[in-house]
């Protein structure tokens, strides 16, 4: 019954912004009473990381009233359910606990602590298991923490404004208000859902950003700049400790270590940059500018998805935006700018 997965679906989306590096899981436990249309019994999410995961919550929402339907319950659930002992007990447990009939998933967790051996324990246990259902959903839901995984980097955003005539900046990288204060805002609510956002040496000292989410009730990310030379001004609002930062350099001899909440890391390709930041379990980064870090990823291919926010105002000259690539996604109005999304990935 799809219906039911899309619910779990959308429950698990509540938790955007919350979880991670946990994924957005939800579930929905239903029972169909002889040959009457099967009832929802239970509900929950995975509402922020370290706390409860969604089956539990699921499990707890149900009725004292309804509790003895359980053996009889389809238990909907967006994910493989855990078998490992981490924050919280293994939920497959729980579930053959309640001794629910039958699990049905969209994904497999590809996270190695769970990857199949949540759904061996519940079929040993005799529980029915279906998944793949509904696995398109379930994959672009948590794209970042499938890419994360899979493909051992984080999901890569790439992010810009630019004009009518296609710049980005004016001459000499001059930073200019191109798109409006809608898209401003809306940038902030973007910040405050991935783990990490990046600028190059140029942006951090040409434009001095906070990187911080102060339009927008969210987590504030953490900073990371590209600073090969170790030559930007200590005194730029990025390295002001209030947020971490981690600076990418490629000076042997790295004397300024070591000031609180910056960390210094060495690396000598773009490629090592980003497994540096999936050791450190950041599985997301919106990347925003400026245009030859943004150019350094688009040639690399190494990139998820890019929004780009297209104002009318025309500037004449400048600094060329780069190149759109991908297929596109969504296309929309943001006050007076337009943003488009394309993704990196045919058919997701
Ligand atoms: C589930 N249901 O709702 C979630 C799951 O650190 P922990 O203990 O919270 O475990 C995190 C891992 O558990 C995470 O990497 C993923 O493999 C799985 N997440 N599993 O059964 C949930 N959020
Ligand atoms: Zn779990």
């Known amino acids: 019954m799809n219906?039911?997965?899309?619910?779990?679906?959308?429950?698990?989306?509540l938790g955007r912004g919350h979880?991670?590096?946990?994924?957005?899981?939800?579930?929905?436990?239903?029972?169909?009473?002889?040959?009457?249309?099967?009832?929802?019994?239970?509900?929950?999410?995975?509402?922020?990381?370290?706390?409860?995961?969604?089956?539990?919550?699921?499990?707890?929402?149900?009725?004292?009233?309804?509790?003895?339907?359980?053996?009889?319950?389809?238990?909907?659930?967006t994910l493989e359910p855990c078998s490992h002992w981490g924050k919280t007990p293994p939920c497959a447990d729980l579930l053959i606990e309640n001794r629910v009939r039958r699990v049905i998933c969209c994904n497999d967790d590809p996270n190695p602590l769970v990857s199949g051996q949540g759904f061996d324990k519940l079929r040993a246990a005799g529980i029915e298991v279906e998944t793949g259902v509904m696995a398109e959903l379930g994959r672009q839901l948590n794209a970042r923490f499938f890419t994360f995984f899979e493909k051992k980097r984080p999901y890569i955003i790439l992010k810009w404004a630019e004009t009518a005539?296609?710049?980005?900046?004016?001459?000499?990288?001059?930073?200019?208000?191109?798109?409006?204060?809608l898209a401003h805002r809306l940038v902030h609510r973007w910040r405050?859902?991935?783990?990490?956002?990046?600028?190059?040496?140029?942006?951090?000292?040409?434009?001095?950003?906070?990187?911080?989410?102060?339009?927008?009730?969210?987590?504030?990310?953490?900073?990371?700049?590209?600073?090969?030379?170790?030559?930007?001004?200590?005194?730029?609002?990025?390295?002001?400790?209030?947020?971490?930062?981690?600076?990418?350099?490629?000076?042997?001899?790295?004397?300024?270590?070591?000031?609180?909440?910056?960390?210094?890391?060495?690396?000598?390709?773009?490629?090592?940059?980003?497994?540096?930041?999936?050791?450190?379990?950041?599985?997301s980064i919106l990347v925003e500018g400026g245009t030859s870090l943004i150019n350094s990823f688009l040639q690399a291919g190494l990139w998820d998805e890019m929004r780009v926010f297209r104002s009318q105002a025309m500037l004449g000259g400048g600094i060329a935006a780069p190149t759109v690539q991908g297929e596109m996604m969504s296309r929309e109005m943001v006050g007076l700018d337009e943003l488009t999304v394309y993704t990196n990935s045919p058919g997701s």
């Not at 219906?3 to 989306?13: D, I, S, V």
Request: charge should be negative; include cysteine; aromatic fraction near 6%.
């Open 3 to 13: 219906q039911f997965m899309l619910r779990a679906l959308e429950l698990a989306a």
């Open 19 to 77: 979880v991670s590096p946990n994924p957005m899981v939800g579930c929905v436990i239903t029972h169909q009473l002889g040959d009457s249309e099967p009832r929802i019994i239970g509900e929950g999410w995975h509402q922020r990381y370290g706390e409860w995961h969604a089956e539990v919550n699921a499990i707890r929402s149900v009725r004292p009233e309804d509790t003895h339907l359980l053996p009889e319950a389809t238990v909907y659930v």
């Open 165 to 181: 005539d296609g710049f980005i900046a004016g001459e000499q990288g001059r930073q200019v208000k191109i798109s409006g204060d």
């Open 192 to 283: 405050s859902e991935e783990d990490a956002i990046m600028v190059g040496t140029n942006t951090a000292r040409l434009d001095n950003p906070r990187l911080n989410t102060r339009l927008w009730p969210g987590k504030n990310p953490t900073r990371i700049v590209v600073d090969n030379a170790l030559s930007l001004d200590q005194t730029l609002h990025l390295f002001d400790g209030s947020q971490p930062t981690i600076v990418f350099h490629t000076c042997e001899d790295d004397t300024l270590a070591g000031r609180p909440n910056v960390i210094h890391a060495f690396t000598h390709s773009l490629i090592h940059a980003l497994t540096t930041l999936h050791e450190r379990k950041i599985q």
